[in-house]
């Protein structure tokens, strides 16, 4: 049964300023292997990569009906399958979790939805 549906949509300009402003911008918003990816990105994917990640887990803590604020940003990783699909390696749920990341031109948006295993 779906507990749970989160959408984000984020503009990745505002992510890069706000890691331009302060480089540990990327240290609050991406665990140790999340920041591993990102230190090999070329400049424009590591801001597309920083700006999925942070929607991605936006969305799950609505999702979850939390809200960042009762989840850091750091209880919840988002790294790659085999095939390069996003997934979810740490978050504090139990069953399964779809998730979704789409960018378009400056924009990315992630959806997350929340399924308890029957």
């Keep these: 049964m779906i507990i ?3 959408i984000d949509l984020q503009d990745i300009g505002a992510v890069q ?5 302060n480089s540990r911008f990327a240290d609050k918003v991406l665990t140790a292997k ?3 990816v990102f230190s090999k990105l070329a400049d424009k994917r590591r801001f597309e990569y920083l700006a999925g990640r942070w929607a991605a887990k936006e969305a799950f803590s609505k999702a979850y009906g939390s809200g960042i604020g009762n989840l850091r ?3 919840l990783e988002v790294l790659s399958n085999e095939k390069g699909a996003p997934i979810f390696t740490k978050a504090p749920f139990s069953g399964n979790i779809f998730i979704s990341i789409s960018h378009s031109g400056n924009f990315v948006e992630a959806s997350v939805i929340l399924e308890e295993e029957s």
């Design 17 to 21: 300023q706000a890691y331009q402003k």
């Design 4 to 6: 749970g549906h989160g």
């Design 34 to 36: 999340e920041l591993e």
């Design 73 to 75: 940003f750091q209880d």
